[in-house]
């Protein structure tokens, strides 16, 4: 059988409330509403993290992000990185005759060329290393030529091209193509007449520009389905939507970015269902069922494992992965048995006790951020902003050691019951201490066995 062409394309910081599908008062998301009627939607699918350097670790590796080396969005200092003797779904795929480009964002290595993308599975690579870049006045690491937009092209509708041009020159071969768009991922910026028809309807200037960003991303990833049905590989190729995490709520410059979140609580940066549980489409008509939702527990480190068998490609055997085949529970097989999930993310060191969340069946244990293991130094931001835009101007990352802080006592930690209450509303830690001690030994278990602290 002819081995399925795959399209992971990723959204950066877009939740639930940005899809039209899920949100009643607007859409912005024509192309992405249609590929949910066509494809099949799991309703309970998990980025790895609530920020995107370490989401985007698991999702390539198939393994927890604090194994990984990919722990913070910091590239500075090199905690987006990651190790070296990681394996890649690019390099599995690669390995096994695909094609393989990155086109958008990468944001798991910057400075060094060993943690550049070519040099990580990805035969080719149009896009940025960092964290995130301007839509107007971008640099553009293009196949290692670099390039600098102005005021005309907008960079999301580049991406867009480059994937169309990709699937043109290899819809001959079976390829991979990681589509990462920054979209809507800050600095706010639009075409002015797109953002201006949100205005118009009564949303605040930073939501508008937040729908038009959307939007111009939605109609590239209509292009691209175009494109697989002109060339008649639309049956064969495995089209896939995601967000790294939750959207991104607080205020950008002045610019608010509070909006509707499908009423879950939280966003982006914390382990509430708001910051981690995110969309997942996926459409193959040759092998998977259209028009269908599953409320099978998915994690970004399953991917790994499930496109290998989807692909017929050998899982990889030299290191033990987080994820698991869910293929069956995507077939609707069997809606399978799957292991208790965990998260935690901090800046600099992880603390376990800090922002971290294990869901067992339907039973969630969260420990609260604690706001003093959140903060930034200051110079850290600073020289984070500085390579975004020259990191020419880096020879290595920052060596010398983290900030110093104090942490206080962590708050209490709380329960809830995700089946019957899957906004958060409801803590029942006080009703099941049993439960809250049994979920608690777990998650330290958990973490002490991926950081070894």
């Not at 949910?36 to 699918?45: P, S, Y």
């Not at 509070?258 to 708001?274: A, C, L, S, V």
């Not at 048995?337 to 039973?363: F, H, K, M, S």
Request: charged share 25%; aromatic share 10%; glycine share 10%.
């Amino acid at each position: 059988m002819t081995k399925p062409n795959i399209i992971l394309i990723i959204a950066d910081d877009m939740g639930y409330g940005d899809f039209g599908v899920f949100n009643n008062q607007v859409s912005c998301t024509p192309q992405l509403d249609a590929l949910v009627a066509r494809g099949l939607t799991l309703t309970q699918h998990y980025s790895a993290a609530p920020v995107c350097a370490p989401a985007r670790a698991a999702l390539m590796t198939g393994r927890y992000p604090h194994r990984t080396g990919g722990i913070d969005t910091l590239e500075a200092r090199g905690l987006d990185r990651l190790r070296l003797d990681e394996r890649t779904l690019a390099d599995a795929l690669g390995g096994a005759g695909y094609a393989t480009a990155l086109i958008g964002k990468w944001h798991n290595g910057a400075l060094d060329r060993r943690y550049h993308p070519t040099a990580r599975g990805f035969q080719e690579f149009v896009g940025f290393q960092g964290g995130w870049n301007p839509y107007y006045r971008y640099r553009l690491d293009r196949n290692g030529t670099i390039e600098y937009g102005d005021k005309d092209r907008y960079l999301t509708d580049v991406f867009s091209d480059a994937a169309v041009d990709f699937i043109e020159r290899n819809r001959r071969s079976p390829f991979f193509l990681q589509l990462a768009y920054n979209a809507p991922h800050f600095p706010l910026e639009a075409p002015d007449a797109i953002a201006q028809k949100y205005v118009d309807m009564g949303f605040s200037l930073g939501v508008s520009l937040l729908y038009a960003m959307i939007e111009v991303m939605d109609a590239g990833i209509g292009r691209i389905a175009a494109k697989l049905d002109e060339l008649g590989i639309a049956d064969n190729t495995i089209l896939m939507f995601t967000s790294d995490n939750g959207p991104a709520l607080g205020d950008w410059n002045g610019f608010s970015q509070q909006r509707f979140n499908y009423n879950y609580n939280g966003g982006k940066g914390n382990t509430y269902e708001g910051g981690i549980r995110v969309p997942m489409i996926i459409r193959w008509p040759h092998g998977l069922p259209g028009g269908a939702r599953s409320d099978v527990m998915a994690h970004f480190c399953d991917w790994f494992p499930t496109l290998l068998n989807l692909a017929g490609v050998e899982i990889p055997a030299d290191r033990a992965l987080d994820g698991v085949d869910i293929t069956p529970a995507l077939r609707g097989e069997s809606s399978g048995v799957y292991p208790q999930r965990c998260w935690q993310w901090n800046r600099y060191t992880p603390l376990g006790e800090c922002n971290a969340a294990i869901r067992d069946g339907d039973w969630k244990l969260l420990r609260p951020l604690i706001p003093e293991a959140m903060r930034v130094s200051a110079r850290d931001t600073a020289l984070d902003h500085a390579i975004k835009y020259h990191p020419e101007h880096f020879d290595d990352i920052i060596r010398e050691p983290e900030p110093p802080r104090t942490v206080p006592e962590p708050p209490a930690p709380l329960l809830f019951n995700i089946a019957d209450d899957p906004f958060e509303r409801e803590d029942l830690a006080a009703r099941e201490p049993q439960r809250v001690a049994a979920l608690e030994r777990e998650l330290e278990r958990w973490f002490v066995d991926v950081t070894g602290i």
